[in-house]
């Protein structure tokens, strides 16, 4: 059974920075691309980045390109997401995710929901103006 477990959210001031990861078990974690989510208080669940299975390749949606990074350790199971410069319209619950599949696809299949079959719990961060 896959399980993730996200971390690191939490209440920063507009502009700050938080790390969040998430530790994967009950599977080789190296073999399988991940994803970040978000969702707002009212609004549906929505995309915030993606990574292949080695790190190489990275997505991002357009709102948060160039104030988040996403990262994978693989020898420690862990998925990153730093997140800087952070704006009110920010705050959200944040969710890790992965496919049940070994698959390679691009941006426009790492951005769908439906591509991935285990979420975690989430993590809140709240940005403050």
């Known amino acids: 059974q896959v399980q993730l477990v996200e971390s690191g959210g939490g209440l920063v001031q507009d502009g700050g920075s938080l790390r969040l990861s998430c530790v994967a078990s009950g599977r080789t974690f190296s073999n399988y691309a991940m994803g970040w989510f978000r969702q707002a208080p009212g609004k549906e669940r929505e995309f915030v980045a993606a990574i292949n299975w080695s790190g190489v390749d990275t997505y991002y949606a357009d709102s948060v390109k160039g104030r988040f990074t996403i990262s994978r350790d693989n020898a420690k199971n862990t998925l990153y997401l730093q997140v800087n410069s952070l704006k009110p319209e920010d705050t959200a619950v944040y969710y890790c995710?992965?496919?049940?599949?070994?698959?390679?696809?691009?941006?426009?299949?790492?951005?769908?929901?439906?591509?991935?079959?285990?979420w975690g719990q989430g993590t809140q961060v709240t940005v403050s103006s």
């Open positions: 995710a992965a496919p049940s599949r070994a698959v390679t696809g691009g941006y426009y299949y790492l951005r769908a929901q439906s591509s991935y079959d285990y």
